[in-house]
């Protein structure tokens, strides 16, 4: 298996989205990367030459400038908006999930494209599970335990009134055989994920 899809995003025909494994070697010339900082900046893509920006979510409504995240257990999260033709994508490991990263996306949409977020379709991808992502008192508020990515960032979206979330169910520590994993493999990858308006 090389490449993964959401089955909700792929009803979209005017969309091109995927999720790479570790096996795969597409071409990602069409495609807008950023520095990901573990920060909230949501980056507005008007152009495929953006630079060295500092951020962590980026949206668009520029057809063919792809949107591209990297990741090694955080989670990436993918938005489309049928109704105005917009793209978002994120990535949120626990820091990026306590500063609302995905929040922030989604009210960065409502501002550039005037999103209505109850119209959005989202994909949460593969991550460290909540067994194996074990994080200190401070992200917990008083106790060492373990945080579950996929599940807060699916409650941050909700809350804002989002119903079309599909979670991709792997861990990206238990299968290394498709993933890359930071806790388990230090700094040997990441998985690239990205998604495109082409109509
Ligand atoms: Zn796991």
Redesign the pocket.
């Known amino acids: 298996m090389r490449i993964l899809h959401f089955d909700n995003l792929s009803k979209f025909p005017q969309i091109k989205h995927f999720v790479g494994t570790r096996h795969d070697k597409s071409n990602l010339s069409d495609y807008v990367t950023v520095k990901q900082v573990h920060g909230d900046n949501v980056l507005v893509v008007k152009s495929s030459s953006v630079g060295e920006v500092k951020a962590d979510a980026m949206i668009t409504n520029q057809r063919g400038i792809g949107l591209v995240i990297r990741v090694a257990d955080c989670v990436p999260i993918m938005f489309y908006d049928p109704t105005k033709n917009a793209i978002g994508i994120a990535h949120a490991g626990w820091r990026g999930t306590l500063k609302k990263i995905v929040a922030k996306t989604v009210a960065k949409m409502r501002d550039e494209f005037e999103t209505n977020p109850e119209d959005l379709v989202i994909g949460i991808g593969p991550s460290?599970?909540v067994?194996?992502y074990e994080v200190d008192e401070a992200v917990l508020f008083g106790a060492k335990g373990h945080f579950d990515l996929r599940a807060a960032n699916k409650i941050q979206l909700e809350k804002l009134g989002v119903k079309n979330i599909e979670i991709m169910p792997y861990?990206t520590?238990?299968r290394t055989d498709l993933f890359y994993s930071y806790r388990r493999e230090g700094k040997k990858g990441m998985i690239t994920t990205g998604i495109l308006i082409t109509g």
């Open positions: 460290i599970c067994k194996h861990c520590y238990e």
